[in-house]
């Protein structure tokens, strides 16, 4: 059964994630790059400086500071794409997938940064404080009532992308593979559930605490998200990098080599996979969907985050908030594919998922291989679980758009997105991603339309902030 539905969500997600939704995302990003005067790469320094400065002379506007706000967008994005997401794009792409994954990265930072521009400067902020913003938003309130309609397809393409995408599926199937690898290393079934599968002790217990601790964080909100995410992510970023950067510097006389087989691979890939992948487009297409899933670029998620940021400065919130796209893929991803690469990873045969980043650890690390396993499955476990927590936020804000505001209907996709979390570890690897794949085409698909119509507003509001000095006064 499972062949033949894996089968079916194969054709359907080569057909979204075909050449045309990649042209989209890519010209949308060089777009925005040219408008805002290569704005990533002039402004980084001083994005990464307000990164930890709050603006405090607005704090009345918006529900969280500007670190915090970037904190629970990064819960969202520094999830199993960085991990698992990097080795299935160098698997099924070859290592020329990690050219491609940066090079979309780069141009996605402008999507990013004109996503938390677009969301502050066209948020919803009612008599109680509490905002409300994102795609839904700045399509209908910029674009104009006329395209209310495409808005409310963004939030259904939300909805989902939370429920059986990102959010609950590939994470929840990232940390129990993890879990069950280190602790159940033998594979040993003990129970077999009728018409699903067999499956360990281990499996069950995780993904049943697993669900327990997501219920108790997600029933606070936002405020109790982003204060778990201010503490998790900074931790678990530094840690991963620490261990990531170790194992490079371990094989540096080998980097440069590494650099040439994914520029060569990027542009020729049967010359460096013998013929597994058999061209580059598919080595793009791996690239380009695994790096959106991971950074979110061109998605429309992260500015439902920066919406609910203290500051008046759409500009200035737009600066922190690419600085996520910068972390997330041209920093973390791009350790994870050195370290797959230089190891070989990518090449040993029957691997997938964790276990090709878990063989990289093992082998590239001066450490006893239990170690280095325990090391990546705890970091595994801190990035999928924010990105849960993240992800819980950003499709409960899609549903309020879409009911105005119904709080039943909240509470009740509450419990169903918890349900989600449980039954994640119960389906294949392969139905996991494709599915995360598929609804991440979709929601970009409207998204990138906005970014397209409104990039003339992004052009003047850069402009304007930066002629009349207000980045010398925020």
């Known amino acids: 059964m499972w062949q033949e539905i894996n089968e079916i969500l194969g054709q359907i997600d080569d057909f979204i994630w075909g050449v045309p939704l990649m042209v989209l995302i890519i010209s949308g990003g060089i777009l925005l790059t040219i408008r805002t005067g ?103 309130k910029g674009m104009g009532k006329q395209w209310s309609w495409l808005a409310k397809l963004f939030a259904i393409f939300g909805c989902g992308v939370g429920l059986f995408g990102i959010g609950t599926f590939s994470q929840v199937n990232g940390i129990v593979s993890a879990v069950n690898g280190f602790f159940n290393p033998s594979g040993a079934s003990d129970i077999t559930i009728p018409g699903i599968g067999d499956y360990s002790y281990i499996t069950i217990i995780a993904s049943l605490i697993l669900a327990i601790l997501v219920a108790l964080v997600v029933v606070g909100g ?47 890939p049967k010359a460096v996979t013998g013929g597994i992948v058999g061209s580059m487009i598919v080595a793009m297409q791996k690239g380009v969907a695994r790096g959106i ?60 998922g964790v276990q090709v980043t878990s063989y990289a650890f093992q082998n590239g690390l001066p450490f006893p291989p239990a170690l280095s396993a325990f090391v990546l499955m705890i970091c595994l476990i801190f990035f999928a679980f924010t990105t849960i927590l993240g992800w819980d936020y950003y499709s409960e804000r899609c549903l309020t758009y879409l009911t105005h505001g119904n709080k039943k209907a909240v509470h009740i996709f509450r419990w169903l997105y918890i349900a989600a979390v449980f039954a994640g570890p119960y389906m294949t690897v392969s139905a996991v991603w494709t599915i995360a794949d598929i609804f991440n085409g979709l929601m970009a698909i409207p998204n990138m339309i906005a970014m397209f119509a409104l990039s003339g507003v992004v052009s003047h509001e850069v402009k304007d902030f930066f002629a009349n000095g207000k980045h010398i006064e925020a």
Not at 236 to 256: D, K, Q
């Open 38 to 140: 290569f704005i990533q790469v002039v402004r980084l320094s001083l994005a990464l400086k307000w990164v930890f400065k709050n603006e405090e002379k607005d704090s009345k506007k918006g529900e969280v500071s500007s670190f915090a706000a970037l904190m629970t967008a990064l819960s969202a994005t520094i999830g199993t794409g960085n991990i698992v997401g990097v080795a299935t794009a160098v698997c099924a792409g070859g290592p020329g997938a990690l050219f491609w994954m940066i090079v979309a990265a780069v141009f996605g930072t402008a999507t990013k940064f004109s996503e938390g521009l677009l969301a502050v400067k066209y948020r919803d902020i009612d008599e109680n404080g509490k905002t409300l913003g994102g795609p839904f938003y700045y399509i209908e």
């Open 222 to 268: 936002l405020q109790r998200i982003s204060k778990v995410a201010s503490i998790l992510v900074p931790f678990m970023a530094v840690t991963y990098f620490v261990f990531t950067v170790l194992l490079i510097i371990l094989h540096i006389s080998e980097v440069p080599a590494a650099f040439v087989l994914i520029c060569k691979a990027a542009f020729n």
């Open 293 to 352: 899933f991971s950074n979110e670029a061109g998605l429309g998620s992260a500015p439902i985050a920066a919406a609910a940021a203290q500051t008046s400065e759409p500009v200035r919130q737009g600066l922190v908030s690419m600085t996520g796209t910068f972390i997330d893929t041209i920093v973390i991803c791009n350790l994870t594919g050195l370290s797959i690469v230089l190891t070989g990873a990518w090449k040993v045969e029957g691997l997938e």
